[in-house]
Structures are given as structure tokens and as C-alpha cells.
């Protein structure tokens, strides 16, 4: 079955250290990887995608994730938090875009605090 | 870049009433768009997906009848909730596969309906 775990709820970061919020998934086709953040009462918004190519992709605010293929990982990384990163993150993986007809599978998402 | 939107943004209805959410792609044509329903500090749940000039395929266990999707043009899709009760309260997002590739899949800013 198709399925994206997020195995931490919520995670607590001081502000300026790293981090780290992980993601697995199973998926039976080559998996199109996502990375979403929600503030609260806001909608998505895309921090980085894996398509192809180089395994470790750069997105907006700072954030990479790093594709690991042999353990179906997306973790997403960040080396400094900042106060205005708090917000949910959401993984989600879909289709090849040739097959548009797929919707994208969630985790269940990771709340993100940051302490001062 | 592809934009979708949606509207209204919040909604406030009585209990026993409908309401109808629309999501429009602004500038391409979809033909695709997927439902979502967002609990609070939850994952999206995808609840059907509709495609252009025909009936919607719903996700197991959403009532059909109670959720009525229409596609009935390639720029418009609308989700409507009829006879609303209170645990119909929810955030409902819309999206569409990004038709340059580039994204993915873009999405609606999302709907708050509160049921009273």
C-alpha cells in the first residue's frame, strides 16, 4: 500500500540549532517527493521537491531534504532554525507527473515548536 | 506560475444548509483536481478526485451524496457540502496537477467551513 510515515509528531528546536524532521515512505511506482508547510490556518506551501537527478535538493527558507532510495527516506534538514520556521511540515509523495490523475499521499505531519 | 483559487476562504453556515466551495485554475486548464479535507492538526485526507466532463471519483468511506463535486469546465471545480452538520467542519483544499511540471501539484488556499 501507499504510504507516507512521519514518525514524529512534534519536535521542540531551539532557535538557531539544527534540524531534522524525518520522512518514509512506500510507494510502488518511482516516487515524486514533496515537502509542505502550513501555518496555522494558512494553506500549503511548497518548500522542495524531489523529482530526478542529484539526491540532495535545496528549497526555499534554507531547507534541504535529501532523497535516500535504499531507505525509502525524504528526511528534510535545516542547519539553523529561526523563530518563524514553527508551522506544521508535511511530507507527501505521487505519482510521475505523466500519470497527473494521481492525487498525493500525506503524512500525517510534524508540528514544529521553536524555543527561544 | 499555475495558480488555483479558491473560495471562499471561511464560511460560516447553520446546521441543515449547503454550501458550495469553488476552486478555479486561473491561468491553465485543469482537468484533474483533487478534494481534500483537513482535520485540525491533522493530514489531508483526499476525498475524491474529479476530472473534467465526468462523474468524480470518490475516496472510500465519503459520502457521495453529502459531498457533491462538479467539474463541469476545465477552469472550474466545486465541492459542495450539503446539509451541513457540525462535524462537517473542516478545512477543505483544493489541487491540481501543475501543468508545467515544475511544481507538482498547485493548491487552493484552502476553505475554513464552520457549521453551527
Known amino acids: 500500500a501507499q504510504s507516507v510515515t512521519q514518525p514524529d509528531i512534534h519536535i521542540t528546536v531551539s532557535e538557531g540549532a539544527s534540524l531534522e524532521l524525518r520522512c518514509n515512505y512506500s510507494?510502488?511506482?518511482?516516487?515524486?517527493l514533496f515537502w509542505y508547510v502550513q501555518s496555522p490556518g494558512q494553506g500549503l506551501q511548497l518548500l522542495l521537491k524531489?523529482?530526478?537527478?542529484?539526491?540532495l535538493v535545496q528549497g526555499i527558507k534554507g531547507f534541504e531534504a535529501e532523497f535516500k532510495r535504499s531507505q525509502s527516506s525524504f528526511n528534510l534538514r535545516k542547519p539553523s532554525v529561526h523563530w518563524s520556521d514553527a508551522a506544521e511540515y508535511f511530507c507527501?509523495?505521487?505519482?510521475?507527473?505523466?500519470?497527473?490523475?494521481?492525487?498525493?499521499?500525506f503524512g500525517k505531519g510534524t508540528t514544529l515548536s521553536v524555543s527561544s | 506560475g499555475a495558480v488555483v483559487s479558491q473560495h471562499p476562504s471561511r464560511v460560516i453556515c447553520k446546521s441543515g444548509t449547503s454550501v458550495k466551495i469553488e476552486c478555479r485554475s486561473l491561468?491553465?486548464?485543469?482537468?484533474?483536481m483533487f478534494w481534500y479535507r483537513q482535520f485540525p492538526k491533522k493530514s489531508l485526507m483526499l476525498m475524491a478526485t474529479s476530472n473534467e466532463g465526468s462523474k468524480a471519483t470518490y475516496e472510500q468511506g465519503v459520502e457521495k451524496d453529502k459531498f457533491l463535486i462538479n467539474h463541469a469546465s476545465l477552469t472550474l471545480s466545486t465541492l459542495t457540502v450539503t446539509s451541513a452538520h457540525p462535524e462537517d467542519s473542516s478545512f477543505y483544499i483544493c489541487?491540481?496537477?501543475?501543468?508545467?511540471?515544475?511544481?507538482?501539484?498547485?493548491f487552493g488556499s484552502g476553505t475554513r467551513l464552520t457549521v453551527v
Open positions: 524531489y523529482f530526478s537527478g542529484d539526491t
Open positions: 507527501a509523495v505521487g505519482a510521475h507527473l505523466n500519470q497527473a490523475g494521481t492525487a498525493l499521499i
Open positions: 510507494y510502488g511506482a518511482t516516487p515524486y
Open positions: 489541487s491540481a496537477p501543475d501543468p508545467s511540471g515544475s511544481l507538482g501539484y498547485t
Open positions: 491561468d491553465f486548464q485543469a482537468t484533474t
